[in-house]
């Protein structure tokens, strides 16, 4: 069997893999996506927010995505942890998408192929070999074997691979991967349609039930058709003891009051079928040569609609680390680190969500399916995510009024670098690159534990490094301006006295 080498082979063509290939292939890269055939009867209605928008524009998705012509939503109809409807408007009227997937991941996968990418939709992939880490990096990181039906197996090496496989997790599950205790879910879906609308103050709403020992969710993907999902812990169904998955999926329908109207005059269009929720995460989600991406590395519950512009995410952020290490080996190191702590980061921050809402239903449900959800989310032990900068709570800090009142009185200014300030490069992310940049650290502002370099668009570096050679505010100011991107003078101010109350600058008289 010859291989052939490219720089980056993708297992899976799901949105992760799809959005990754054609970033990558986009800024120069050969690419192979290797994705196993579509199961079009097993595809699940999904819901995209809005925020999806600004990944779509990043891939060049936008136009393509629109002309696809997907159900836009207006918000969701909830009935949360009681029977009270409570409806919620995506924010300034925006509006997310409701997605067949199989048709959302085609469209993502032609434009991962229009971009370069040599695209294989009916490979299945068997073993992805890593390079040993103690080996210097040659032409190839990774060697993945798969099967086409036709014609057999075939062997391709690339200097990079990313597992996009998401839950199959064909390198994650090697090792990497660890299950949320107390989460696991089996997601029961069958489709519904109903002609003369669903007495719902918007159709185009993602609805969401819960009740003692699981939730429902529905979402529409024409005005007449919908998915219905029922998520229950496999393990308190009579599915283990070969209990049948329609009499399950409608015995858990009936647990539902609202679900229930909204679907008395609704036909059932097809049997229902089961698909694995159950959460988990990766204890590191990349090595040399290799990157876990979207759900591959870590899945977090369904509930927050996120998967997809999470997957979207994680895909853009590998695009970005191989890229840069394909092209600046010196920073490959530097970049790996930066994938595992933002995907470390986001997985933290969805789940943090997610605990919020199961305690707010286990309140109301005093279930073990509820109690147990908030307790494991709880005890996460996934590290806490970067601290990131509190405009608000600065705005109201005494030391900051202070130094600002200073600077409005118009005195003259003597500034000088605080004794404990550093400045120390850092790795930051461009659109396609991780870069290095100088960052000033202060030990008195926790906030900034890797360092800050912007405050409302204030260039904080610069402004340290021109700030001595002036005695006039106006003159400072000028003379940033005149250097570096225009600012507003409130912003600047602003910056400028927190500056001094941080000890970032200090006034030496002398
Ligand atoms: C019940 C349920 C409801 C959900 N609802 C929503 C929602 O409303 N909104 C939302 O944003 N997210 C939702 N999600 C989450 C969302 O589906 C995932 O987060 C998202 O699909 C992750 O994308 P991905 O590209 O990482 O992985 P996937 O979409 O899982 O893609 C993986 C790809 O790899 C392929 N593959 C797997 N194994 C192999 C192999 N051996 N060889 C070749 N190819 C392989 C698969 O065929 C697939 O194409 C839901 C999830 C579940 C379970």
């Not at 609308?197 to 939730?215: C, M, R, S």
């Not at 429902?216 to 999902?229: C, D, E, K, M």
């Amino acid at each position: 069997m010859a291989a052939h080498t490219v720089d980056v082979v993708i297992i899976g063509g799901g949105p992760a893999g799809a959005a990754a290939a054609r970033l990558l292939a986009t800024w120069g890269h050969s690419v192979q996506l290797l994705t196993k055939t579509v199961d079009r009867s097993r595809s699940l209605g999904e819901s995209l927010p809005p925020s999806c928008r600004k990944l779509f524009d990043l891939l060049g998705a936008t136009d393509a995505i629109d002309a696809a012509g997907f159900l836009a939503s207006s918000g969701n109809t909830v009935w949360w942890g009681d029977q009270t409807t409570r409806t919620a408007s995506f924010a300034d009227g925006s509006t997310g998408l409701q997605v067949v997937r199989c048709e959302f991941d085609a469209v993502l996968l032609r434009l991962a192929a229009e971009a370069g990418a040599r695209v294989v939709t009916d490979a299945h992939v068997h073993d992805a070999r890593l390079a040993p880490a103690d080996v210097p990096p040659g032409p190839a990181g990774a060697t993945v074997t798969y099967a086409i039906a036709d014609t057999g197996t075939h062997v391709v090496e690339g200097r990079f691979v990313l597992d996009c496989s998401g839950r199959a997790g064909v390198i994650a599950r090697h090792g990497y991967r660890v299950h949320d205790v107390g989460c696991a879910t089996l997601a029961l879906t069958a489709v519904w349609t109903r002609h003369d609308g669903w007495d719902l103050d918007d159709d185009t709403h993602t609805l969401v039930e819960t009740y003692d020992d699981g939730w429902a969710w529905s979402v529409p993907v024409t005005v007449s058709r919908r998915y219905v999902t029922m998520m229950v812990d496999p393990r308190v169904t009579d599915l283990e003891r070969g209990g049948a998955l329609s009499a399950c999926y409608e015995a858990e329908l009936a647990k539902t009051v609202a679900f229930r109207r909204v679907l008395d005059r609704a036909t059932r269009e097809t049997t229902p079928w089961g698909c694995d929720a159950s959460l988990y995460h990766a204890r590191t989600a990349g090595g040399p040569g290799m990157l876990l991406v979207g759900d591959a590395a870590s899945c977090i519950n369904p509930l927050s609609s996120y998967g997809v512009k999470k997957a979207l995410a994680s895909a853009w952020l590998a695009a970005v680390v191989v890229h840069t290490s394909l092209t600046n080996a010196s920073l490959a190191a530097v970049a790996l680190d930066l994938f595992n702590q933002r995907e470390r980061e986001m997985h933290t921050a969805l789940s943090n969500q997610a605990a919020r809402f199961f305690a707010e239903a286990a309140a109301q449900h005093l279930h073990p399916f509820w109690t147990g959800r908030a307790t494991s989310a709880e005890l996460s032990d996934a590290p806490d995510a970067t601290p990131t900068v509190d405009i608000d709570a600065l705005r109201r800090d005494p030391a900051v009024l202070a130094a600002l009142d200073t600077l409005r009185r118009g005195a003259a200014i003597r500034l000088r670098r605080g004794d404990h300030l550093r400045i120390a490069a850092r790795p930051a992310l461009t659109t396609r690159e991780v870069v290095l940049e100088n960052r000033l650290i202060l030990p008195s502002w926790p906030d900034t534990k890797q360092g800050i370099r912007y405050l409302r668009n204030v260039d904080l570096v610069r402004l340290v490094e021109l700030a001595p050679d002036h005695r006039q505010v106006p003159d400072l100011f000028e003379a940033y301006t005149r250097r570096c991107a225009a600012v507003s003078l409130p912003d600047f101010l602003g910056a400028l006295s927190v500056l001094l109350a941080k000890g970032a600058l200090r006034h030496d008289p002398t």
